[in-house]
């Protein structure tokens, strides 16, 4: 009788083996196989991005230059439905970002160097304009797509996005308690501007616009994110132990221990401020008794700050503005009654608000007409955010001590408030106030403008620098034989710049383009 044979089943030992040897393979294919569907992801949203970017120039072509509003730029865009879909984020309508600096704008209006602006991006929101270039989303392997004004596209870093063009840091003007950071702490006057000792690849700078109470110092963030710092440390601003308490000075760049990926930097005269690529920001100094070491602060989604003196302003993702509810007092939160905001200048006592429709609004101390409503004087103060009249195509504001600036979409500077030593460029430096906006001539092609206590520095799209006001210590840069108070535009020669900033009492600073 033949018996058949028993089928002999997997000993453990080899079931095991069969199960090792398939989670070996499990292990080495699946990274694989993410990393093909991830490439095959970003060569989507590249090719989507381009095809945006390349509608966006074609609709300006077809209209006097002009890029379309941010309201209706996906309604006037001519796109298959499936371009505006990041495949990483297949749910969301709209998968990108618009930058709203850009929209509505000329492109002759925007930076000089087009491959420096961003179009569009990968979006935190469902089509949510990017306020500031900084509304991004790290979907492809920690980094983020974007398009520029040029039509090219990149994949890159957050930070690397943000921070956009990198310089070689210039100073000038007062170098008390060694503020230019050049190595000595002589009071000697600077006339000329001078390289900073190793701030190469810079994109934010600033110094404390103090009276060396407890301030004077400078603070730098490089493209890699670091931040640097020199000058006086009495209250731990310098973010380091050397000189905590004392009257010793730092007077060359100190790297800041404790922070990284940062993109902006704000001086106040006892306490630093930096902004990093996730919409953090950090805070340190500010004590006599001990080192507070860099925090973040109860705050999320800033895009941008804004300080003068004591006075900090943070522009939030959302269009909302966090900062000195009561100017006077020193109250700080969410600024009610404001929205759609895309840019923000805080001044000594005053601060204002520019939004996405090319409205002016300021708050504040009303003394020297800052507020700009055709009022002066004690009583003339606006607690709450108010309308500056006739403005309605602004795209840069900026603020000083009394004194008010606004850039019209055409580069056109408006200015109103203070102009004790002709700080607002309309041609006289009497000790009078103007208290409705008022057109800067003899500057076209404006960009942006800055304004410290008495003295004002204008940048144009060319990148050019032109100063007016108070010129004590050779604060603006020119040479010796220029006039202590300029009440016109002049410009600083032979030089080109991304950034202005300006520094503590009498000194500026300029990031110089590569």
Not at 56 to 61: E, G, K, N, R
Not at 70 to 83: C, F, H
Not at 401 to 414: E, K, Q, Y
Not at 437 to 445: A, D, E, K
Request: with cysteine; hydrophobic share 40%; aromatic share 6%.
């Amino acid at each position: 009788m033949h018996c058949p044979q028993r089928t002999r089943g997997f000993t453990l030992v080899e079931t095991l083996v069969v199960v090792g040897i398939i989670g070996v393979l499990t292990a080495i294919l699946l990274p694989v196989l993410a990393h093909v569907r991830e490439k095959g992801a970003q060569a989507s949203c590249l090719n989507n991005q381009r095809q945006i970017a390349a509608t966006l120039l074609t609709y300006a072509q077809d209209h006097d230059q002009r890029l379309p509003e941010a309201a209706t730029v996906w309604q006037n865009l001519i796109l298959p439905p499936k371009s505006l879909i990041c495949p990483t984020r297949p749910r969301l309508t709209h998968g990108y970002a618009y930058n709203g600096i850009a929209a509505g704008r000329l492109l002759t209006e925007l930076r000089r160097d087009l491959s420096q602006t961003m179009l569009t991006a990968d979006g935190a929101s469902d089509g949510a304009i990017a306020l500031t270039g900084h509304d991004l989303e790290t979907r492809h392997q920690g980094k983020v797509i974007a398009a520029f004004a040029d039509g090219h596209v990149l994949l890159h870093t957050a930070i690397q996005l943000l921070t956009g063009a990198a310089g070689t840091l210039y100073g000038c003007g007062d170098n008390t308690n060694g503020l230019l950071g050049i190595g000595n702490t002589s009071s000697q006057t600077q006339y000329g501007l001078v390289p900073i000792p190793g701030m190469t690849d810079v994109v934010s700078v600033s110094s404390d616009s103090g009276f060396f109470v407890a301030g004077g110092h400078t603070l730098a963030a490089k493209a890699d994110g670091s931040v640097w710092a020199w000058g006086q440390n009495g209250v731990g601003q310098l973010g380091i132990q050397q000189g905590f308490g004392q009257a010793t000075v730092q007077t060359t760049p100190v790297q800041v221990p404790g922070v990284s990926d940062i993109v902006m930097v704000a001086a106040t005269p006892s306490i630093s401020y930096a902004l990093s690529a996730d919409g953090t920001v950090w805070s340190w100094g500010g004590s006599i008794t001990h080192l507070n070491p860099p925090k973040p602060m109860p705050i999320s989604g800033v895009v941008f700050l804004s300080k003068f003196y004591g006075n900090l302003m943070a522009l939030k993702a959302d269009g909302t503005v966090w900062g000195s509810v009561d100017i006077m007092s020193g109250q700080q939160g969410i600024i009610t009654g404001l929205n759609g905001v895309t840019a923000v200048a805080a001044g000594w006592h005053h601060d204002l608000a520019l939004k996405s429709d090319g409205t002016v609004w300021a708050w504040g101390d009303n003394a020297s007409g800052e507020i700009g409503n055709g009022k002066s004087g004690t009583g003339a103060q606006e607690p709450k955010p108010v309308l500056v009249p006739g403005l309605n195509d602004v795209v840069a504001i900026g603020a000083g001590v009394d004194s008010s600036f606004a850039v019209t979409s055409n580069g056109a500077l408006l200015a109103w408030g203070a102009n004790y030593y002709g700080q607002l460029g309309i041609g006289d430096q009497n000790s009078k106030n103007v208290s409705t906006p008022t057109q800067v001539t003899g500057v076209q092609h404006v960009a942006d403008v800055v304004c410290n206590w008495n003295r004002t520095s204008i940048r144009t799209l060319d990148d050019h620098v032109w100063v007016c006001g108070q010129n004590l210590h050779g604060a603006f840069g020119l040479d010796s034989t220029a006039a202590n108070a300029i009440p016109t535009p002049e410009l600083i020669p032979d030089f080109q710049a991304i950034t202005v900033s300006q520094g503590s009492d009498w000194c500026t600073y300029l990031i110089k383009r590569p």
